[in-house]
């Protein structure tokens, strides 16, 4: 399951991870994150990205696969890109993901990952946005907006 939240003040969107997925999940994953960022009228480089691993097991190889291809194939990419895992087998998962991806780190808690992904030097958030909703489209307004999948 996966629930994608945006705060636009910070320019960034967060996806919130958990239990086991499958392909089809990750591929509606990159589709509705890449389709969020063209609501916001973000280009690449011009948004944060958190994504919330925590919650995960182990996944199978066909979905670190699928996640790994997503990764090297985003059209739209952030900034910088923390991820938050779970239990210590993951984080080898979670690396081998992330190898084909530079300004990316792996964090213990979310709150670490903020941190990195909001340092000063990393990131200007005062570029000029789209005046885009501020939701997923076809989701309400509220702020953060969130979608939740299973």
Not at 18 to 39: F, M
Request: neutral net charge; charged residues 20%.
């Amino acid at each position: 399951m996966f629930a994608i939240e945006i705060d636009p003040e910070c320019k960034l969107i967060t996806i919130r991870l958990s239990g086991l997925l499958t392909v089809e999940e990750v591929e509606r994953l990159l589709h509705q994150e890449q389709s969020a960022v063209v609501a916001l009228g973000y280009r690449s480089g011009e948004y944060l990205l958190l994504v919330d691993a925590s919650g995960c097991v182990i996944q199978s190889q066909e979905v670190i696969a699928a996640f790994q291809a997503a990764v090297a194939a985003t059209r739209l990419s952030a900034a910088r890109v923390a991820v938050v895992r779970g239990p210590s087998l993951t984080l080898l998962q979670t690396q081998r993901i992330l190898r084909v991806r530079e300004n990316a780190q792996i964090a213990a808690t979310e709150v670490e990952a903020r941190a990195w992904l909001m340092r000063a030097d990393s990131f200007s958030r005062s570029a000029p946005v789209s005046s885009a909703p501020s939701a997923l489209p076809g989701a309400p307004a509220r702020a953060p907006a969130t979608q939740r999948h299973s």
